[in-house]
């Protein structure tokens, strides 16, 4: 069964740093692209970042765009988003979530961790 | 970037309902297109993708259609289970975007 465990989320003030981790199990996870997708309170759903297979390629949204990086540790079966210079607009609920391994779509999810950002 | 617009935003419909929501892309993503289902408090879930293939285990009532840049997802028969925020997805190109959802409410 495919498992995506993500931790690492809390209270942090604006202008910290975080980093978060997604376990992977049940499947060969250096065979497939990663994601970061993340959701503000009351908000839709916004991607975040994205991660080859052997980490030759890294994507990221604009908005995060110099403050955080993606990175995996496939001998570890994991995943990890280092977050810094967080905002009030970064707060939300962080998945990990897999590709289908045809860039078709993102097919498992976990169940997110959540970020606040405040004072 | 590419920019994802789906209509309605808010749908309000009944059990048996035949219900159908559209996304535009601003410029053409082939067939690179998935939705999602999310329901409060939980993960999104892939309905479909390359445009209209339905993921496993989905049930037949979901469907997709579309290329380009109009894309739709119909739910032939509203079911209780399906009152829920639907989301469409391009990952024709980076950055992967979200369309804004579509809220599909009990009548």
């Known amino acids: 069964e495919v498992q995506l465990v993500e931790s690492g989320g809390g209270l942090v003030k604006p202008g910290g740093s975080l980093r978060l981790s997604c376990a992977a199990s049940?499947?060969?996870?250096?065979?497939?692209?990663m994601n970061w997708v993340r959701q503000a309170p009351g908000k839709g759903l916004e991607w975040v970042s994205s991660?080859?297979?052997?980490?030759?390629?890294?994507y990221y949204a604009d908005s995060v765009k110099g403050r955080f990086t993606i990175s995996r540790d496939n001998a570890k079966n994991s995943l990890y988003l280092q977050m810094n210079s967080l905002r009030g607009d970064d707060a939300a609920v962080y998945y990990c979530?897999?590709?289908?391994?045809?860039?078709?779509?993102?097919?498992?999810w976990g169940q997110g961790t959540l970020v606040t950002v405040s004072s | 970037d590419i920019q994802l617009t789906q209509s309605p935003s808010f749908l309000s419909a009944s059990v048996g309902d035949r219900v159908t929501i559209t996304c535009r892309a601003s410029?053409?993503?082939?067939?690179?297109l998935a939705w999602y289902q999310q329901k409060p408090g939980k993960a999104p879930k892939l309905l479909i993708y390359?445009?209209?293939t339905l993921q496993s285990g989905v049930p037949s009532r979901f469907s997709g259609s579309g290329s380009g840049t109009e894309f739709t997802l119909t739910i032939t028969s509203l079911q209780p289970e399906d009152f829920a925020t639907y989301y469409c997805?391009?990952?024709?190109?980076?950055?992967?975007?979200f369309g804004q959802g579509t809220k599909v409410e009990s009548k």
């Open positions: 979530a897999r590709d289908d391994g045809s860039n078709w779509g993102l097919e498992y």
């Open positions: 049940g499947f060969p996870f250096s065979s497939y692209r």
């Open positions: 991660i080859s297979t052997t980490s030759n390629y890294m």
């Open positions: 410029q053409g993503i082939t067939s690179y």
């Open positions: 390359a445009a209209s």
């Open positions: 997805q391009q990952l024709n190109s980076y950055p992967r975007t």
